[in-house]
């Protein structure tokens, strides 16, 4: 009795430190859209895990992958795309680790642009 209690301690000591990878499609970060840009600029997720955006903003906003025109750096960010105000939706699993960048397709200044960093 006393192993498996040392054990469960274990593992749920190691997940609230946040070292056991995200179960698939696990929201593990936010990004807001304003009418003066996205915050936060960056999100760290574990892999396997979704962004979710929202639409805070009065206009619509396409939010892609980079590169600008391309879209394939981070294909599950594609999922995203067009966001009606007050409207969000969660990105496809991220299950690479990496760097995926993004931007509004219809905004393409700095303001609009950030990166999802997956560990």
Request: glycine share 10%; net charge neutral; proline share 8%.
């Amino acid at each position: 009795m006393r192993r498996i209690y040392i054990v469960l301690v274990a593992l749920t000591a190691g997940a609230a430190c946040g070292s056991s990878p995200s179960s698939p499609g696990d929201v593990e970060g936010t990004i807001t859209i304003g009418a003066t840009g996205i915050a936060p600029k960056e999100v760290r997720i574990n892999a396997w895990g979704t962004v979710r955006f929202v639409n805070a903003d009065t206009r619509p906003h396409t939010i892609v992958s980079d590169p600008v025109d391309l879209h394939t750096q981070c294909p599950p960010l594609n999922r995203v795309g067009l966001l009606q105000p007050g409207e969000s939706r969660e990105t496809g699993t991220l299950n690479l680790p990496g760097a995926c960048g993004f931007h509004d397709h219809e905004d393409q200044v700095d303001a609009f642009r950030g990166r999802i960093v997956v560990r």
